[in-house]
């Protein structure tokens, strides 16, 4: 079968860039609608081919040998057309095969968008975003670096990151996990590891998770983690490679990340696990303005893949509104969100608002939520909208909801993993706002 499909495909001169075509996956092993992204010669005179699943995110595009690809022939049901109108990239696409007695409102299709963290098309974005993003999807198609070793971990990447040539064109980085910098060799990083003193990101230290009781050293819950953790701020005007590194690295598993290298007017809040000898190896992060125009306390966030599902994200969520309050201010992330950012962020609204709703003892309005949870008042009432908590009346919005439903929405992510911050253990000064800003 296999051979069938090599003899089809070099019959017809194979598929061309643009091609439909079916494809077995790596990651499931099954059979799903792709679009051929790129193709190039292999050594028998065929092609591999490069392709993004239409009913999957980028980070699953991949190169494959020619009989793993195969053409769309529709059955007479036009089954394998309604397949790939299924796994259409836009919600306009999406939606369209709705059929004629279900009316495409607005507010179904930006719910839909939510739901499925589907993106715009790009001609539906402004003129100036259409060029950006055009020019975007050409220069990211294809996935440049396929692997990364960072420390003990070997990680498929997702996307495609601007690092330098000629290690741009490596099949896999070796990354020093102190300095961040890069390598196309194991042997010149273990030379650089063998020079290498820093054993933490070039920062300050800020907040280190509380120890375990003296009585029970096996404990863990609330603040206590194992291993502990760390956060250190590091400043990208003072530690400029090691964020320009950091940005190139979080490029790798973030599509729509476009800050590399100006990164002086940003800090830099990096998450480590502690091991027992005191080397700090890295998590995740985020950034943040020092100056935001928009009121934004976070632009980038990521977890590493190897460190996800771990509740680490949420905590890096919660970290940044912890640094809200330290403001004085309410705060709200950076647009757009990636499709695990925006799960992520989610997850923690309704935590958090459900649980300011629990623990007062009167009526609280949207603002009195917002201020209890540094979290802006537009992202409040989103997430009561998502719960249905909400009501519009008389030009207002009205919580409405009882104790019941409360406990029953917080039932449902009781099974998160959720590492509490013991904000007696952060140690943070603010930064200095400029002159003449607010």
């Not at 091609?19 to 499931?28: G, H, N, S």
């Not at 608002?353 to 989103?382: G, M, N, Y």
Request: proline letters at 5%; glycine letters at 6%; aromatic letters at 10%.
């Amino acid at each position: 079968m296999a051979r069938t499909g090599r003899r089809e495909a070099a019959s017809s001169g194979g598929f061309d860039v643009g091609a439909r075509v079916y494809c077995k996956a790596t990651f499931d092993k099954q059979t799903h609608a792709a679009e051929v992204v790129e193709r190039r010669p292999d050594s028998e005179g065929g092609f591999i081919y490069y392709v993004h699943y239409a009913e999957f995110d980028k980070r699953l595009d991949e190169w494959l040998p020619a009989e793993r690809v195969s053409r769309i022939q529709p059955s007479a049901s036009g089954e394998g057309l309604t397949r790939l109108t299924s796994g259409a990239s836009t919600a306009s696409e999406l939606l369209s095969s709705l059929s004629g007695d279900q009316k495409l409102t607005r507010r179904l299709k930006r719910k839909y968008e939510e739901i499925h963290h589907v993106g715009p098309a790009v001609e539906e974005l402004p003129p100036i975003d259409q060029h950006l993003e055009k020019e975007h999807q050409e220069k990211t198609k294809v996935k440049n670096i396929q692997v990364i070793e960072l420390g003990k971990y070997e990680m498929d990447t997702w996307y495609y990151s601007p690092y330098p040539e000629p290690y741009a064109s490596c099949e896999k980085l070796y990354i020093c996990e102190y300095t961040l910098k890069y390598f196309r060799k194991k042997k010149t990083l273990l030379r650089h590891l063998a020079k290498c003193t820093l054993r933490h990101p070039p920062g300050d230290e800020i907040y280190r998770s509380p120890p375990p009781p003296t009585d029970d050293p096996g404990f863990v819950g609330g603040a206590v983690v194992s291993p502990p953790i760390s956060m250190f701020e590091v400043d990208g005007a003072k530690s400029k490679v090691y964020c320009q590194n950091l940005c190139l690295l979080s490029k790798l598993f973030l599509d729509h990340k476009t800050l590399y290298y100006d990164v002086d007017p940003f800090l830099f809040y990096v998450l480590c696990e502690r091991d027992a000898q005191g080397h700090h190896h890295l998590v995740g992060y985020f950034s943040k303005e020092k100056n935001s125009a928009e009121g934004n306390n976070l632009a980038c966030i990521l977890t590493l893949p190897a460190f996800q599902r771990k509740g680490y994200g949420r905590f890096l969520i919660a970290f940044s509104y912890e640094l809200s309050k330290k403001e004085g201010k309410v705060g709200s992330p950076e647009r757009p969100l990636s499709d695990l950012g925006a799960v992520s962020y989610r997850s923690y609204w309704t935590r958090m608002i459900l649980e300011a709703l629990r623990d007062s003892k009167a009526s609280l309005s949207i603002k009195d939520i917002s201020e209890a949870t540094a979290i802006k008042t537009d992202d409040v009432v989103r997430t009561l909208e998502s719960l249905s908590l909400i009501k519009y009346w008389k030009g207002d919005h009205i919580i409405s909801v009882t104790q019941k439903i409360i406990e029953e929405h917080l039932r449902t992510i009781s099974h998160q993993k959720n590492i509490e911050i013991d904000v007696s253990r952060l140690h943070w000064t603010p930064y200095p706002t400029q002159t003449g800003k607010k």
